[in-house]
T-cell receptor, first 113, second 111 residues
């Protein structure tokens, strides 16, 4: 299994532009999570899906952030418009619902200038 | 709300030492606890997963213990090597499928 696949690995964009981050979970995993990691706040959960349905988006910082999971093998996290304070590493993770372990992707390092 | 704390925040040891990383959590109603390793600029690699009914898990030179009632876990690394240098993250899963992370311990093993 190729693991959780995220793209792009790095993204540099100008303030105000739209940014879309992509994630392909492990086949058979029915829970998908988006996390953000910064030096100041560590790892924070943004949103998670069970069976493609958003369950908890209380961690999404503002209306500028949105996430979708149109099918079991693909999810996107979109920021529109982007701001410099959105600069962080964004991780996607997947698991089988229940008490199984998480598998994380390699992350997308976002820099908004 | 679950809170996870890791002590120490940073640790520097000479090669060959045995060491213990600590993790504590405030809500003992957990499903499991997972230890991860993160190298600089990289993603998270799962090291050990301990279910709430288990007391410990072992993988090679790593041993993780769990005391749910006291809200504590330790990660024991035997005979540390420079390649063990990384940040170690503890995370707990409560009901609702959500994972809460500690702040991590940055480990440096000097040759």
């Amino acid at each position: 299994d190729a693991g959780v696949i995220q793209s792009p690995r790095h993204e540099v964009t100008e303030m105000g532009q739209e940014v879309t981050l992509r994630c392909k979970p492990i086949s058979g995993h029915n829970s998908l999570f988006w996390y953000r990691q910064t030096m100041m706040r560590g790892l924070e959960l943004l949103i998670y899906f069970n069976n493609n349905v958003p369950i908890d988006d209380s961690g999404m910082p503002e209306d500028r952030f949105s996430a979708k999971m149109p099918n079991a093998s693909f999810s996107t996290l979109k920021i529109q418009p982007s701001e410099p304070r959105d600069s962080a590493v964004y991780f996607c993770a997947s698991k089988v619902e229940g008490a199984s372990g998480y598998t994380f992707g390699s992350g997308t390092r976002l820099t908004v200038v | 709300k679950q809170e996870v704390t890791q002590i120490p925040a940073a640790l520097s040891v000479p090669e060959g030492e045995n060491l213990v990383l600590n993790c504590s959590f405030t809500d003992s109603a957990i499903y499991n606890l997972q230890w991860f390793r993160q190298d600089p600029g990289k993603g998270l690699t799962s090291l050990l997963l301990i279910q709430s009914s288990q007391r410990e898990q072992t993988s090679g030179r790593l041993n993780a213990s769990l005391d749910k009632s006291s809200g504590r876990s330790t990660l024991y690394i035997a005979a540390s090597q420079p390649g063990d240098s990384a940040t170690y993250l503890c995370a707990v899963q409560n009901a609702g499928n959500m994972l809460t992370f500690g702040g991590g311990t940055r480990l440096m093993v000097k040759p």
